[in-house]
Antibody, heavy 122, light 111 residues
Framework: QLQLQESGPGLLKASETLALTCTVS??????????WGWIRQPPGKALEWIGT???????YYNPSFKSRVTISVDTSRSHFSLRLNSVTAADTAVYYC??????????????WGQGTLVTVSS | QSVLTQPPSVSGAPGQRVTISCTGS?????????VHWYQQLPGTAPKLLIY???NRPSGVPDRFSGSKSGTSASLAITGLQTEDEAVYHC???????????FGGGTQLTVL
């Protein structure tokens, strides 16, 4: 059964860089049949797609984040990562990693990691 | 403000049927892009409920169904149960924004 697990610091100061890793187990990140994505949810707010990566390293980003975000993949370690620069309090959210249903960014997300809360203090 | 519009809340009694709407535009749902639905129980990650407008993943009861017409989509839940109390999110793709987009989420209360 495929499982995803987010990891990384839960508390940051404004202007620092958010760095999270999603470790994939129970399946191959290199299968080629799926994209892998990051989604966030600020407290009490809607889900927001951040970006997506393919095992080859091809990336797709939400234009709202494009100048600050980098997503990368390490197939040897079966994980993919998110970096978000120059964070502010508005970046406080639960960050989820998930697998796309296929190899298109329009595809659904399944399964999801349990999520990790990142709080940015000023 | 979300690209896809959902009602903030809906409610129903056990055993009843409720529907949750997801309204988009000509650049997302109306452009033919599929709609997907998720159920988010309190304190947990979203769980896929419906994909590709009307398909249920293995393990999702047939009490849940999805439909799409024009620039809108709907999630229907029949035979409401107390464990259905959750937030429901819709998702699609916007060709103008070139992003995957979500609705604002709908809180379902089972009275």
């Amino acid at each position: 059964q495929l499982q995803l697990q987010e990891s990384g610091p839960g508390l940051l100061k404004a202007s620092e860089t958010l760095a999270l890793t999603c470790t994939v187990s129970g399946g191959s990140i290199s299968s080629g049949s799926h994209y892998w994505g990051w989604i966030r949810q600020p407290p009490g707010k809607a889900l927001e797609w951040i970006g997506t990566v393919y095992y080859s390293g091809t990336t797709y980003y939400n234009p709202s984040f494009k100048s600050r975000v980098t997503i990368s993949v390490d197939t040897s370690r079966s994980h993919f990562s998110l970096r978000l620069n120059s964070v502010t309090a508005a970046d406080t959210a639960v960050y989820y990693c998930a697998r796309h249903g296929g190899a298109y960014i329009r595809d659904w997300f399944h399964p999801w990691g349990q999520g990790t809360l990142v709080t940015v203090s000023s | 403000q979300s690209v896809l519009t959902q009602p903030p809340s809906v409610s129903g009694a056990p055993g009843q049927r409720v529907t949750i709407s997801c309204t988009g535009s000509s650049s997302n749902i109306g452009a033919g892009y599929d709609v997907h639905w998720y159920q988010q129980l309190p304190g947990t990650a979203p769980k896929l409920l419906i994909y590709g407008n009307n398909n249920r993943p293995s393990g999702v009861p047939d009490r849940f169904s999805g439909s799409k017409s024009g620039t809108s989509a709907s999630l229907a839940i029949t035979g409401l149960q107390t464990e259905d109390e959750a937030v429901y999110h819709c998702q699609s793709y916007d060709g103008s924004l070139t992003t995957s987009v979500f609705g604002g989420g709908t809180q379902l209360t089972v009275l």
